[in-house]
């Protein structure tokens, strides 16, 4: 039994510990509606320097950003962005945030169709009239 309380207050000094080290990201700078949720459905302005733990969810709305610093490093969030902090510095690290202007595109996975060519741009109301060419229709 005496063990088992040992055991039990050693998982409790980790986690205590773990916690007070856990990583708080703090807001440096930002631009814009950005918000922090703080109860499930309720989102409030976030404040320059407030710090927050990796689990908060925020969001960044049109021409909005964040700059969130961890140990010295500065993050990004751009516009139009919402999920944990955790998920959207991950996406931030590895730069797969969208489209870089200036680039090319390497291949496709898209099959060529050479027969079919439009000069214009495919509306609802041009691909009833293709269907209409392609089935017979009693009116």
Avoid: H
Avoid at 5 to 29: D, I, T
Avoid at 103 to 125: E, F, N, P, Y
């Amino acid at each position: 039994m005496r063990k088992l309380k040992v055991l039990v207050c050693a998982a409790f000094a980790m986690f205590a510990v773990s916690a007070l080290f856990a990583a708080g990201y703090k807001v440096e700078s930002f631009t814009g509606k950005v918000q922090v949720e703080t109860a499930p459905g309720k989102w409030v302005a976030i404040e320059e320097g407030q710090e927050l733990p990796a689990s908060t969810v925020i969001q960044t709305g049109v021409n909005s950003s964040l700059v969130l610093s961890l140990d010295g490093a500065k993050i990004n969030i751009k516009a139009m962005q919402k999920g944990t902090i955790e998920s959207l510095t991950a996406v931030a690290a590895t730069g797969n945030g969208g489209i870089k202007k200036g680039s090319s595109l390497k291949g496709t996975g898209v099959a060529a169709d050479t027969s079919k060519t439009s000069k214009s741009v495919v509306t609802a109301s041009s691909r009833a009239s293709d269907a209409k060419k392609d089935y017979e229709w009693d009116e």
